[in-house]
């Protein structure tokens, strides 16, 4: 059985730095991404990273957050830096399962004060 578990979230002011980390078992997966959703938006994508190495980040978090990948413990983690009021949404993870498919996480709450 697949599971997806995100952690990491919380309140922060303007400027400082979260971590997130997604736990995934359960397959093996060619990829883990990071998504956000606002309230009265549509779920975006943040950042992708797949197996071999290529990362894809939204225009923009470029230069303030990275994503990064354990394969051997199949954890995945954004680290959010240079935080803006409006990166404030719940964050997901997704896993992209090797032959097809994804899972998606409960979702992390991150919210920036200005």
């Known amino acids: 059985q697949v599971q997806v578990v995100e952690s990491g979230g919380g309140l922060v002011q303007a400027g400082g730095s979260l971590r997130l980390s997604c736990a995934a078992s359960?397959?093996?997966?060619?990829?883990m991404g990071w998504y956000r959703q606002a309230p009265g938006k549509q779920r975006e994508l943040v950042a992708l990273?797949?197996?071999?190495?290529?990362?894809n980040y939204a225009e923009f978090v470029k230069g303030r957050f990275t994503i990064s990948r354990d394969n051997a413990k199949n954890m995945v983690y954004l680290q959010m830096n240079s935080l803006k009021p409006e990166d404030t949404a719940v964050y997901y993870c997704?896993?992209?399962?090797?032959?097809?498919?994804?899972?998606w996480g409960q979702g992390t709450q991150v919210t920036v004060s200005s």
């Open positions: 997704n896993a992209v399962l090797t032959f097809g498919g994804s899972y």
């Open positions: 990273l797949r197996l071999g190495g290529r990362t």
């Open positions: 359960g397959s093996i997966f060619s990829a």
